[in-house]
């Protein structure tokens, strides 16, 4: 198997280009409820999830420069893959995401508060490991439930990828504004973003 190394811009790089009227096209491909808190004026919600799902029909309005944006970089390099094998050029990854560009101080528009998605995922995942261990005081087999959750974690880094992110991504705290394909659709073909 071979892995393409994503090409990607730095946020002084978007910056400049922002300043220059050449913004490209922004998606933001973390959950409504993290694009809700904070996200790069211009950008449009496009979650992972929706984006591999709908990548055909995303294609078709994405043909100009493209820069993929999520917390760190991770998942965006996952979408920028996602719409590579549907042949969409031009793509990049804002290099360190979201971090990078409040790092720079760069404007940034803010609405409620929340929790990244990364960080909820320590908070499940320790709050299990834990509880079992704890309980396994009193029954041992819960132990187990603690190396279930270690094994994850660890198919999580090897694979990029993390089963109880998607599952806690589906939450209605995370959800936040509503996010489906046709609004997604709508707004691209408008060039009205969020």
Known sequence: MTT???STVDAATLRELIAAGRTP???D???PGEFEA???PGAYNVPLDLLREHR???RGHLDEDVVLICRSGARASQAEHALATVGLPNLKVLDGGMLAWQATNAPVSQGRSRWDLERQVRLVAGTIVLVSILASVFVPGLKWVAAFIGAGLTFAALTDTCAMGMLLSKLPYNRGASCDLDSVVDQLRSG???
């Open 29 to 31: 491909v973390r959950t």
């Open 56 to 58: 055909e029909e995303l």
């Open 25 to 27: 096209r922004l998606l």
């Open 4 to 6: 393409t190394i994503p």
């Open 192 to 194: 009205r973003s969020s």
């Open 38 to 40: 904070a996200h790069i």
